[in-house]
């Protein structure tokens, strides 16, 4: 019997029951429970992950002891200059003297900022500045920084601080009225531009591996755009008005991407399925939270398909153990249809980077997971060149040596309780 003819004869069936007020009720209840069943298997399920990584970490706390690149600088065809940090102590000394050397202004950007001895640097430095004449904006996101003291977050009155608010007016239930500002931007006299995944915060620099991009030239416009964008939409009326000036040129090898939840404008999603899309040799992705939705999926395997050397590098074990379970849902899929995948181990990796055929690359804000794709404010650069692309694959090989290859033979003879455990946390990915 075709499956057309079962669901006619099933819905005949259902027609023909005694539907009365007592049968909905019955079940409303079986569904309610099963509701509430499903809901108490994934919080009990959760908070056992949830302590067994706290053991884990406790006795292996990561020791920030992995292969680091030293920064690097680059004339790129843009007419700019870049320069690329994988290590967080160097950034914050090159992006504190760029604070110092301030002359007008200095517009300050970052998702988490502590109060420990870095984030007590930016304090310091940016009072500093703004004592001596020098316009500074600074932005953080009061969610990310709820467990910071209140007191660091009293600042000198000649410094406008938006702090972004724990929820945007609009409906409760919509995730985009929760909508996080994950942007991580610094731009100084608008002549000089950093962005990338480092937050301000010692551990991000001792202990973490992640990227930053450094932009000196026009290209800086990009950063600046996107800042005055953000300020001018979400300021306060005690704080001042950002001129709003376009671009000197255009510079097509060279763009900020950003996404704008409260206009649902997403379309650093599409440049990365885009730059997939356009592959012909090799893909190399480094992501902290790598949760793709079925799109990027599929353009990772049509792309492995027709021969292109896809790489996706990922922690281990990341800071949001739920997230590292819920991504596992498609990872055999990928493994199956040839996506090589890559455990960066002993330390957190939040790189969000990609680089694609030697050519493209992309460095920024932005994880492959629904919060970054299509829930938070981001932004990313999007750069076409050649000697950065080259930089950025010797960094990704850099990585692999303190990395190890997820197999599909290893995964597909993992532990019975491991595949319960996934199958139970799946839904939760769009959460996260």
Same mark, same amino acid.
């Not at 259902?14 to 007020?21: D, F, I, V």
């Not at 430095?125 to 977050?153: C, H, M, S, W």
């Not at 800071?319 to 996506?339: C, E, P």
């Not at 794709?373 to 080259?390: K, S």
């Given at each position: ?66 292969? *680091? ?5 680059? &004339? ?8 690329? +940090? ?7 000394? *090159? ?6 050397? &301030? ?34 904006? &600074?932005?953080?996101?009061? +969610? ?6 209140? &007191? +660091? ?28 500002? @994950? ?110 939705? @079925? ?54 990796? @939040? ?82």
């Amino acid at each position: 019997m075709s499956s057309a003819t079962d669901r006619g004869e099933l819905a005949s069936r259902l027609r023909g029951m005694p539907w009365n007020a007592k049968t909905r009720d019955e079940i409303l209840r079986t569904v309610g429970r099963g509701a509430l069943w499903v809901a108490g298997a994934q919080v009990a399920v959760a908070a056992g992950v949830t302590a067994v990584d706290r053991m884990r970490v406790h006795r292996q706390p990561p020791s920030g002891d992995f292969p *680091r690149l030293p920064s690097y600088d680059i &004339a790129a065809a843009s007419g700019n200059e870049l320069t690329v +940090f994988t290590d967080g102590d160097t950034l914050y000394q *090159r992006m504190l003297e760029d604070i110092r050397a &301030a002359k007008h202004s200095i517009w300050f950007e970052s998702f988490i900022w502590k109060s420990d001895q870095a984030g007590e640097d930016f304090k310091r430095e940016l009072t500093a500045a703004a004592k001596r004449g020098v316009q500074v904006l &600074a932005i953080y996101d009061k +969610f990310a920084n709820l467990v910071v003291p209140p &007191a +660091f977050k009293r600042f000198d009155p000649d410094i406008h601080v938006l702090a972004f608010p724990l929820l945007q007016p609009g409906n409760p239930l919509s995730l985009r009225t929760w909508a996080r500002d @994950h942007r991580k931007i610094l731009v100084v006299d608008e002549e000089v531009g950093y962005v990338g995944g480092y937050n301000i915060g010692q551990r991000y620099a001792d202990t973490w591996r992640d990227t930053h991009l450094r932009v000196e030239g026009p290209g800086v416009w990009e950063l600046s755009n996107a800042f005055t964008d953000f300020w001018n939409k979400h300021r306060k009326r005690r704080h001042p008005i950002l001129p709003d000036r376009g671009a000197k040129s255009w510079e097509p090898r060279m763009r900020a991407i950003q996404n704008e939840p409260d206009i649902m404008l997403f379309p650093v999603r599409g440049t990365y399925i885009d730059a997939i899309e356009r592959a012909t040799e090799s893909i190399r992705i480094s992501q902290a939270y790598f949760l793709p939705d @079925h799109t990027v999926v599929s353009a990772l395997l049509r792309a492995a398909e027709r021969g292109v050397a896809v790489h996706v590098l990922i922690p281990e074990y990341s800071n949001h153990i739920l997230a590292d379970w819920a991504a596992r849902a498609g990872i055999h899929r990928l493994l199956a249809g040839g996506v090589r995948i890559h455990l960066f181990r002993h330390a957190m990796i @939040h790189a969000k980077t990609m680089t694609v055929d030697g050519r493209w690359s992309t460095i920024g804000t932005t994880n492959i997971d629904r919060l970054s794709l299509t829930g938070n404010y981001e932004v990313n650069m999007e750069l076409y060149d050649e000697q950065l692309a080259e930089h950025m694959t010797k960094v990704f090989a850099t990585d692999l040596t303190n990395s190890r290859e997820l197999t599909l033979e290893e995964w597909e003879t993992r532990p019975w309780y491991k595949r319960a455990v996934e199958t139970i946390l799946r839904p939760l990915a769009p959460l996260l």
